[in-house]
């Protein structure tokens, strides 16, 4: 069974780094859990999104998002800080474009497998507060964020620009109501086994 299981573990295991090797995730990290500091967070999320979005909206490629990301990290910064004094908060900003690693996470109708992600994090203050993410690369973080709420459709398309077939149908959890259990079940496994 636990050789079964292993090679299942392999197989999952690859194509989480397929998907996140596609992905680019976006996270605002308040400096803490208060209200106020939730509530700053998200109006620097506002703001920022507002300016990436049209720069953000008709990349081809996750390179290109690199690319336009970097050359505007000052600018988002900038953007940042001027939400943040405008609100009357004094807290530092940190903007980087990393490696992390995420547990489980579900957006809209797609659930992203645990694993090391690329991410583009704005980190205000300590940076000690719940985040706000979305995937940037494809540009989902654009599509009804005023609404707060994901199309299926618009979702489906962005996601199929970037994963294949068999990667789309890992993390669509529309079609695969069990996805969550089978990827704890993995995140379980590999603690237990490394």
């Known amino acids: 069974l636990v050789g079964a299981l ?3 573990n392999m197989k999952a295991q690859a194509a989480q780094n397929d998907i996140s090797n596609k992905i680019i ?3 605002v990290i308040a400096n ?8 700053v967070k998200l109006r620097v999320r506002d703001d920022v ?3 990436l979005s049209p720069k953000l909206e008709k990349s081809s490629s ?3 998002s690199k690319k336009i990301l970097n050359k505007n990290s000052i600018e988002v ?3 940042a800080v001027a939400q943040l004094r405008k609100s009357g908060y004094n807290y530092s900003v940190k903007i980087e474009l990393s490696n992390e690693n995420f547990p489980i996470k579900t957006y809209g109708n797609i659930t992203l497998p645990q694993g090391r992600y690329q991410a583009y994090r704005i980190i205000i203050g300590s940076g000690k507060g719940q985040n706000w993410w979305c995937v940037m690369f494809p540009p989902l973080c654009f ?3 005023t609404k707060g709420s994901v199309s299926y459709k618009q979702t489906q398309k962005e996601m199929m620009k970037v994963l294949t077939p068999e990667e789309y149908s890992i993390v669509d959890n529309q079609n695969v109501g069990n996805i969550k259990i089978k990827f704890k ?3 379980i496994f590999n603690k237990i086994f490394s």
Do not use: M, P, T
Request: hydrophobic share 35%.
């Open 143 to 145: 599509v009804d964020i």
């Open 62 to 64: 996750l390179e290109e």
């Open 32 to 39: 803490s859990d208060s209200l106020n500091d939730q509530a």
């Open 185 to 187: 079940f993995l995140e």
């Open 49 to 51: 999104l507002s300016y």
């Open 25 to 27: 995730r976006f996270h």
């Open 77 to 79: 910064k900038k953007i």
């Open 6 to 8: 292993g090679g299942s």
